[in-house]
Every structure is written in structure tokens, then in C-alpha cells.
């Protein structure tokens, strides 16, 4: 079955660090995201993609980065991370299509910034 | 830009209760509205959608309508499970964007 997975699940890390969060989908879609959730905020949409090599900014990108080098992984970097960068993250993607179709969600990835 | 507003949570209610959670949009173009629920550890899955004015969109009980002239799409459950416990989140976008705009999500939580 296809899926979509994150790794790692549970990190811990120190501020200034560089922290690579995976994302990895078997459906073949063009689009891919990532959003954060934070108490208060829901989900908000640090970067997405619509294809290989396409990469673009979402609401709070500022501290985040992503390439795009083949269609099934989209991973996201830290540069060099805050304490406010702390919380769950998540990955999703989606066909492309005249009209959106359903986002597939991967578990999450829970990062604390120490 | 598009952008969702959600009642606040937590609401909680006695099994069988009546569900009411409101959500309305703005947003340009030709809107596409959908509803997420998250369960417990997990990532969000699709509930429903709606994608054209007056549209309802339906599943496991539970039901929205997309109201073009109020902007609304309020998810409602007759009859509520303490299985239904959850964050439910709404969700705007557009034909072309494929970005999903998603509320501050509302966590129910049901009691036997």
C-alpha cells in the first residue's frame, strides 16, 4: 500500500544546531508540504512543493528550507534551530489535477528545541 | 490570501449529543472546502469535502454543506460517539494552488 512516512518521530536537539526532518511518499504525487502545529495556531504551511526542483515559501518559512530532488522525498532543515521552532511537524502530499483532491497526512515528527 | 475561522474548543458532550462546529472562509476564485480530523498521536486524515456552492459533503455520520452566501461550512453529527473524540480541523483552498488552508482545529471530546 502506498504511505507516507516521517522520520525520525521524536527528536531532541540543541539550539544552533542543523536538524533535517525526513519526508518520504511511495503515491507518486507532484505536491508535497509541510506544515507545523502548534496550541493556538493549528496547522501553518512553512513550505511546499509542486514538483523535481520546485520549491516555494509558505506562511513562517523564515529559519526552514526544503529541496525538491526527485518526486518522493521532500526533506526540511533547520539551519540552525530556535527554541521557537519547537513543535510537531508534518508532512503531506497530493495529486495535482484541475481541482484538489485529498492531502495524505504522515504521523508527525516531534521536535524539541533545548 | 484564503483563511479559515473555527469556533474555539474544547467541546465536549454527552454520547448521542448533537454536533455543531462552526467554520467559515474567505477566500478568492473558486473555493474547494474540506474537513480533517486528527486523532490522538496521528497525522490528520480527510473526513469530507465539498467542492462547488450547495454541495454537502458526507461521511461516517457526519455532514457539512457548502454555504457560498454565508461563507460557511459547519460540520454537524446527529448522534456523537465517545469514538469521535478528536481535533477537527477546517480547511480552504483553491483550483490551481493546491495550497491547503487550515483553521486552529476544535477538540471535541465526547463522554460515555
Known amino acids: 500500500d502506498a504511505e507516507i512516512t516521517q522520520s525520525p518521530r521524536h527528536k531532541i536537539t540543541e539550539t544552533g544546531r542543523q536538524v533535517t526532518l525526513a519526508c518520504h511518499q511511495t503515491?507518486?504525487?507532484?505536491?508535497m508540504f509541510w506544515y507545523r502545529q502548534d496550541l493556538g495556531h493549528g496547522l501553518r504551511l512553512i513550505h511546499y512543493?509542486?514538483?523535481?526542483?520546485?520549491?516555494n515559501k509558505g506562511e513562517v518559512s523564515d529559519g526552514y528550507s526544503v529541496s525538491r530532488s526527485n518526486t518522493e522525498d521532500l526533506p526540511l532543515t533547520l539551519e540552525s534551530a530556535a527554541s521557537s521552532q519547537t513543535s510537531v511537524y508534518f508532512c503531506a502530499s497530493g495529486s495535482g489535477g484541475p481541482s484538489p483532491g485529498e492531502l495524505f497526512f504522515g504521523e508527525g515528527s516531534r521536535l524539541t528545541v533545548l | 490570501g484564503n483563511s479559515v475561522t473555527q469556533m474555539e474548543g474544547p467541546v465536549t458532550l454527552s454520547e448521542e449529543a448533537f454536533l455543531t462546529i462552526n467554520c467559515t472562509y474567505t477566500a478568492t476564485g473558486y473555493p474547494s472546502l474540506f474537513w480533517y480530523v486528527q486523532y490522538p498521536g496521528e497525522g490528520l486524515q480527510l473526513l469530507l469535502k465539498a467542492t462547488k456552492a450547495d454541495d454537502k459533503g458526507s461521511n461516517k455520520g457526519f455532514e457539512a454543506t457548502y454555504r457560498k452566501e454565508t461563507t460557511s461550512f459547519h460540520l454537524e453529527k446527529g448522534s456523537v460517539q465517545v469514538s469521535d473524540s478528536a481535533v477537527y480541523f477546517c480547511a480552504v483552498t483553491t483550483s490551481g494552488t493546491y495550497k491547503y488552508i487550515f483553521g486552529t482545529g476544535t477538540r471535541l471530546k465526547v463522554l460515555a
Open positions: 512543493s509542486y514538483g523535481v526542483q520546485d520549491t
Open positions: 503515491w507518486n504525487h507532484n505536491n
